[in-house]
């Protein structure tokens, strides 16, 4: 066991990976010789060589494209995107190659492939450096999508995603990527960011994809949350004295509904926690699958608390963030109704 923040965890991943096949190979934009922008691939050019790890232009439509036709000719690509606001470029490549190819051919080809890419805020990075974009994707059949909340999930979810046969979108929380932060993005409204690094195993883990974990138990209320807001979750149900459970989902596709249910019928009480905006955010979709199946449970209307159906705001980051004002007080009204 070493003490990994998630950078390094996710670092670890692709080490293990690359050293058990040689098929995998890692692409994108300064992830060679500089070990990408947040240096999640750091040393990997230097230990594996220029033809497994290596730079790609600053062309998310051809990253995806190479990719794709890696993977379907036996390799096995990890392809970042260096902000997950610039994925746009590649939607296309993405909805209509990377997520048909196993229908279009009759389960005959498959793509195993995963698409890495920093999301959220709480950096600081305004309107193109902080969307959360994981509700386009999520209603794509045919690709997954996980997000890890801690560096042990980190590392083994993204090798469990780089194992899958078919692709995976990883989103990576860069609000925690470093585990303590220092006095530059800490601000006295979120005492929560300090979230410490953990054990992580050296060698080779995975975490299975669709599995939810119960990131803390509780009765009183069911909080669903993923990623940099699960630690928002637990900070303001113990800040607040509510015996709160929270349900880590670590992948929205495929949702483990089942944890989901068991819960809610527990608690009788749910809030859907997410940084995306509020209108066909995933959030609703978590919504309304609580109520399919736990409406004669409920004792109170299923909440959201998300980010505003705007831009990301640079100058007024902490208003849009949903903190842990915003979700104390979805809390004290569905605890109320």
């Not at 230990?47 to 379907?72: L, W």
């Not at 530059?184 to 080779?204: F, I, L, M, S």
């Not at 069911?222 to 807001?229: D, F, K, N």
């Amino acid at each position: 066991m070493s003490v990994m923040n998630m950078i390094q965890a996710l670092n670890s991943a692709h080490k293990v990976l690359m050293e058990r096949d040689p098929a995998t190979v890692v692409l994108g934009e300064d992830v060679g010789y500089f070990g990408g922008v947040f240096r999640v691939t750091e040393g990997l050019q230097k230990q594996f060589g220029k033809s497994r790890a290596f730079d790609a232009p600053i062309s998310e439509g051809g990253i995806m494209g190479v990719a794709i036709g890696m993977a379907a000719y036996g390799l096995k690509p990890i392809a970042e995107i260096q902000f997950a606001d610039y994925i746009y470029p590649g939607f296309d490549q993405i909805v209509s190659e990377a997520a048909r190819m196993r229908y279009r051919s009759a389960g005959e080809w498959s793509l195993p492939m995963v698409i890495r890419s920093p999301y959220g805020g709480g950096i600081f990075g305004g309107q193109t450096h902080s969307q959360s974009p994981e509700a386009l994707f999520a209603h794509v059949a045919g690709i997954k999508t996980v997000i890890p909340s801690n560096p042990y999930d980190a590392k083994g979810l993204l090798i469990a995603a780089a194992e899958d046969p078919d692709p995976v979108l990883f989103f990576e929380p860069k609000r925690i990527y470093n585990g303590p932060f220092d006095g530059y993005y800490e601000r006295p409204v979120t005492p929560w960011a300090k979230h410490p690094a953990a054990e992580v195993p050296d060698g080779h883990y995975t975490v299975p994809l669709g599995k939810a974990a119960i990131a803390r138990a509780g009765e009183e209320v069911t909080i669903l949350a993923y990623g940099t807001m699960v630690h928002v979750a637990i900070a303001t149900a113990e800040a607040n004295g509510v015996d709160a459970e929270v349900i880590d989902l670590r992948s929205i596709v495929p949702v483990d509904i089942e944890a989901i249910e068991t819960s809610v019928k527990k608690t009788g009480r749910c809030v859907v926690l997410h940084e995306a905006t509020r209108t066909a955010g995933f959030g609703a979709e978590l919504a309304a699958l609580v109520q399919e199946r736990c409406f004669y449970h409920l004792e109170a209307p299923v909440a959201r608390v998300t980010g505003w159906d705007t831009p990301y705001p640079h100058s007024m980051e902490w208003a849009y963030f949903p903190g842990p004002v915003r979700l104390g007080l979805a809390l004290k009204k569905t605890l109320e109704d």
